[in-house]
């Protein structure tokens, strides 16, 4: 059977890049591939199937890179070799390089979910992505395909997919477990705390409607004291809960709150739409190109629209937003669309076991 490893900075289970990821596995796996995984770190809760290989080195920011020789060793069976984001963006540049080099003429994929200069932060790397002619690139939406382009790099756009059918969560169990009352406005924000998630616009959408806000992931990138300020200064009751599975956490909201200022995607706006929840979608570029499709979402400046809209009083509004916007998840974001679009890229690169 034909290996395939997949290779990034850390694997858990909860962030964007490790979700798509595991789709990934499975869809290669049902195209008959047995799949490892290589990154710095697997955090506690990682679920991915197959043998795991840690070399810290690759890790974001590790102040020492891979040892070559290991990483060789760790890659030396794979028939192919799918790069998730490392050589996308700049948070461990000795790795990326190496991980380039080792690839030279090797059947590999470049999956781009958020490159170097779409972050303020990294404008003056130029380096990355690396390009070879025997590789293949993805990138998660037409904006970054068409920016591709524009610096001469061919890639090919498969959008993230999710299951169509997820399963039901526990909302009373979870609102219980939490200490919230069954008629509390319970406003969740599934992300990891950064910057760039808008906790403090999350904190207002609650506030304006009078819920209780639920910051479901860690803080990372040094946001620790600015979300313990931001936390503090609420005028709404919160809780900074982690450890739900999203089933559980959709099942429980009445709202999730997603007011990032930048995303490479944004899972959760898809995800709320699959467990049937209205959400709030910041205006990032992006979101443009997800609304185009017809999804329907608040702004987080919209509380009076989203107070008439959670007490109910036009059903069928109601039933018309959570149906459309169901129904687009399904038809444009389904994990066959993941399996159809990689079998097509697989196939015309002679890649298909």
């Known amino acids: 059977m034909p290996r395939c490893s997949i290779v990034s900075f850390r694997f858990g289970p909860t962030d964007g890049v490790s979700v798509v990821a595991r789709t990934w596995a499975d869809a290669l796996a049902g195209l ?6 290589v990154a710095g770190s697997f955090e506690p809760g990682w679920t991915g199937a197959g ?8 890790g974001m920011s590790s102040d020492d890179p891979p040892d070559e020789g290991d990483l060789a060793a760790a890659l030396t069976d794979a028939d192919l070799v799918i790069v998730e984001n490392l050589c996308s963006i700049p ?3 000795p790795a990326a390089r190496m991980v380039a080099d080792l690839r030279r003429g090797r059947p590999t994929i470049l999956h781009h979910h958020d490159p170097a200069w779409q972050r303020p932060q990294f404008a003056d790397v130029t380096e990355l992505p690396p390009d070879d002619p025997a590789w293949r690139h993805v990138t998660i939406n037409e904006m970054t395909r068409c920016e591709m382009a524009e610096r001469g790099i061919t890639a090919t756009t498969i959008y993230n997919g999710f299951d169509s059918h997820p399963p039901s969560g526990d909302r009373e169990g979870t609102r219980r477990a939490l200490g919230v009352a069954d008629k509390t406005i319970l406003v969740a ?4 705390a950064i ?8 904190i207002a959408i609650t506030e304006a409607i009078g819920g209780t806000y639920w910051l479901t992931g860690p803080a990372e990138e040094g946001f620790g004291p600015v979300l313990a300020q ?3 200064a609420a005028r709404c009751p919160v809780i900074h809960a982690q450890g739900r599975p999203a089933h559980d956490i959709y099942a429980a909201a009445d709202l999730i709150a997603y007011p990032s200022t930048w995303e490479g995607f944004g899972n959760p706006p898809v995800e709320a739409a699959l467990h049937c929840r209205p959400v709030v979608v910041g205006d990032y570029p992006v979101a443009a190109e997800l609304r185009s499709m017809g999804f329907s979402w608040f702004n987080h400046d919209q509380p009076a629209e989203l107070l008439s809209w959670l007490d109910g009083s036009d059903p069928a509004a109601h ?10 998840a399904v038809g444009n974001f389904s994990l066959e669309m993941v399996a159809d679009g990689l079998k ?9 076991p």
């Open 32 to 37: 008959g591939f047995d799949v490892t995984w």
């Open 189 to 192: 924000h599934p992300v990891r």
């Open 51 to 58: 043998r795991a290989t840690t070399l810290p080195g690759l």
């Open 230 to 232: 931001l936390l503090a």
């Open 344 to 352: 097509t890229l697989l196939g015309e690169a002679g890649w298909l």
């Open 319 to 328: 039933r018309l937003m959570i149906d459309t916007n169901r129904n687009l």
């Open 195 to 202: 910057a760039r998630k808008a906790v403090d616009r999350a």
């Open 91 to 93: 948070l461990n540049l």
